[in-house]
Each structure stands twice: as C-alpha cells, then as structure tokens.
C-alpha cells in the first residue's frame, strides 16, 4: 500500500478514535471489519435479478444495520457484468 494512503488511512482512524474516548482504536477497527463482513454475507443471500425476471419480494435482509450499511455496497461487492454479448473487437 501506498505510504501516503497508510498514513492517511491511519489518521482517519485516530479521528475515529477520537469521536470513541472510551473505546481502543484497534477495538473500533475490529468492530468495523465485523460489521463490514457481515454486510456482505447478507447482500449475498439476496439473489441476483436477471433481466426479464419478475419484480423481488422485499429481497432484502432482516439484520439491522443492512439498511444502514448499504452505503458501502459499491466499495466492498464487485460488480459482475454478465451478459450474451461479445466484448472483443474484431
């Protein structure tokens, strides 16, 4: 990793720690990891739509947070781009 990205990464977490007096930074740290990794074992039990599938039953998840967490959606799932067409140019 960039050492200009750890020292900000490790900045931003000592502004956390900070907003937590009475928690350890590496106590929130972990929190956060837990927290994140259980975000993404929810949205992974909701099933993929394909195009043409009908409208999803309230596919969402009864954890909690889900809501709360779906900000990092774009960050920790990778977009799968699927489909019949050719990417190759001839």
Do not use: C, H
Not at 17 to 45: H, I, S, V, Y
Not at 52 to 66: K, R, V
């Amino acid at each position: 990793m960039n050492r200009n990205v750890l020292n900000k990464l490790r900045k931003d977490w000592k502004e956390v720690a900070g907003l937590f007096p009475d928690m350890e930074e590496m106590a929130l740290r972990k929190k956060w990891k837990n927290t994140r990794d259980q975000f993404m074992k929810e949205f992974k039990k909701i099933p993929v739509s394909r195009s043409g599938d009908a409208g999803a039953d309230q596919n969402t998840s009864m954890w909690p947070y889900f809501k709360m967490m779906l900000f990092i959606k774009d960050d920790v799932i990778p977009e799968i781009n699927e489909g019949n067409l050719d990417t190759t140019t001839r």
